[in-house]
């Protein structure tokens, strides 16, 4: 057998489950310092990988001998009976949140190799921005869309669409795909595993993740506000995303309270009288309930003078609303108000 390059770690678990989620969870880390390789069968696992593995990563019920025989720098093992039955190798819990059991790895592996990983950050803040308008086709969600886009060619960026109708169908989710809804049933229900399974719900175009959002707009009314600032707090938590760009819509329960945890907010009207009495009631509303803090946070826009669009959403970051949006972003990036 030969002698690996010491940049490789080997994942098996005969649970195919966690393997698979454990696999995308790390597959999304940015800061992986080796080449992941899963394997859920322990004989697959002797015959393709060579001596001189950085990372040997075992469950404790595949754990065989043999396995000593890749001279991994590391070995260990995901204990899943609370029991240590081996000497010579290091235990992690198994049944614990992803980011612990990942955070846990790296810092076995850091102690006995003796090196310094780039871990997790902690400090960051995730920054929301929030896009919510009374006034309806006034291009909110092309806007939206297009600022994701392009905050995510330099930052990780989280697209989230709570419109009761989205209308693009590059995000709607097809039968077989998970959507906002689900994400919403992880939360409430399987809160240890919300990390991974938000990997397995999360849809992309180029750099940009997404969530597709709900197939019946009719879910959105009777989630909770309690449930939607829930849910923000959660993938803050997770320290995964620079920015979550926020598609507000009137039909979701406590609209204000979440457009007060954002940075910035945008607001996209018209120039006609009616949008501008919309606009008018709506500012009125937020002072009436003392959110006056959102009104001052808020940017309006008119996009009036944007006679078309690109027919692809790739193509939103170029032409006049991508340049106008670049300025936004830049602000954005300095710390700025937009």
Known sequence: MKKGNGKVMALCDTEEEYAQLMTEFMGKRKNMPWELHTYTNVDKLLQSEEKGLAMLVVAESAYRRELEELSPQCLIVLNESGVMKWEEVSYVDKYQEAEEVFKQLLGVYAEIADVQLPFL???????????YSPVHRSMQTS???????????????????FEHYAGISELLP????????????FLNAQKDKFRLRLQTILKHKGALDFVPPMRSGQNLITVTAQEWL???ERIEELEEYEYV??????????????LRMCRQVYTLTREDRIAKGKLLQYEQILALYEYGDVL???????LSHIQKLPGELEQLTKGELADLVKGLVKSLEEGGDG
């Open 121 to 131: 950050r902690t400090n960051r803040r995730t920054v929301f921005i929030g896009n």
């Open 143 to 161: 806007f939206a869309i297009t600022m994701s886009l392009m905050l995510a060619q330099r930052h990780s960026t989280l697209y989230l669409n």
């Open 174 to 185: 097809d039968m077989q795909t998970l959507d906002m809804a689900d994400l919403l049933y």
């Open 230 to 232: 829930g849910l923000m």
């Open 245 to 258: 760009v926020l598609d507000l819509t009137e039909s979701m329960q406590g609209l204000f309270e979440i």
């Open 296 to 302: 001052g946070k808020t940017k309006r826009l008119s």
